[in-house]
């Protein structure tokens, strides 16, 4: 069962353009979204994160929107630049039991950004 | 600080046979998960130690163990391959603490599975 859908599978954007990546979960019990940014032969790294108290986080060109309602959220990269092309990963998790978390992660885009 | 490191880098193994991956995690973490990433199923949890102890553990058959040592390092255990294990092997570390900590992925393990 996937719990985490991403969309668009891949993506191309011009330089300065605006990169949206979008994100849906079906687990009510979700209440941290990472999204992850992953270069080729290196591990995710944390782009930026949001809790579902807010509606908006934004750290530089990075913005994510949450709509705890709908139970989606995005990612917007403005100004987008090429050495912005990489995969993208939302994620979500919740806390277990025990402590801790697990990462739910999206199936990921790939985003192009050409000159 | 230095980051996380996993070794070996790649891998090459034949049906039937077993594995042990190595993941150091920075040092002061003591939250060690690993996931695995393959291009049909994307990333998906295996499990996680914290202080030597499985905390949380994903939906992976019982061919995949692990353990986590005193010095927080931990490695990953694969018996019995499959065609379908190959895959790149990731680690993250936290710092364990309470609530939500970010995960620092390490470049991971690529394993072929012949």
């Known amino acids: 069962q996937q719990q985490v859908k991403q969309s668009p599978q891949s993506l191309i954007v011009q330089k300065g353009g605006i990169s949206i990546i979008n994100c849906a979960y079906e687990?009510?019990?979700?209440?941290?979204f990472p999204w992850y940014q992953q270069f080729p032969g290196k591990g995710p790294a944390l782009l930026i994160a949001?809790?579902?108290?807010?509606s908006e986080k934004k750290e530089g060109r990075f913005t994510i929107s949450f709509n705890k309602s709908a139970k989606q959220f995005s990612l917007h990269i403005m100004d987008s630049q090429p050495g912005d092309s990489a995969t993208y990963f939302c994620?979500?998790?919740?806390?277990?039991?025990?402590?801790?978390?697990?990462?739910?992660f999206g199936t990921g885009t790939q985003l192009k950004v050409e000159l | 600080k230095a980051g996380v490191t996993q070794t070996p880098r790649y891998l090459i193994k034949t049906r039937g046979q077993q594995v042990t991956l190595s993941c150091s995690p920075i040092?002061?973490?003591?939250?060690v998960s690993w996931y695995q990433q393959t291009p049909g199923q994307g990333l998906q949890f295996l499990f996680e130690?914290?202080?030597?102890?499985?905390?949380n553990k994903g939906n992976f058959p019982g061919r995949f163990s692990g353990r986590q040592f005193s010095n927080s390092r931990s490695e990953m255990n694969v018996s019995t391959l499959e065609l379908g294990d190959s895959a790149l092997y990731l680690c993250?570390?936290?710092?364990?603490?309470?609530?939500?900590?970010?995960?620092?992925f390490g470049p991971g393990t690529r394993l072929t599975v012949l």
């Open positions: 130690y914290f202080s030597e102890t499985q905390r």
């Open positions: 040092s002061g973490h003591r939250s």
């Open positions: 993250a570390s936290s710092p364990g603490l309470a609530g939500y900590n970010e995960q620092f």
């Open positions: 994620a979500a998790s919740s806390r277990v039991t025990g402590g801790g978390n697990k990462l739910t």
């Open positions: 949001i809790r579902p108290d807010v």
């Open positions: 687990n009510t019990a979700f209440d941290y």
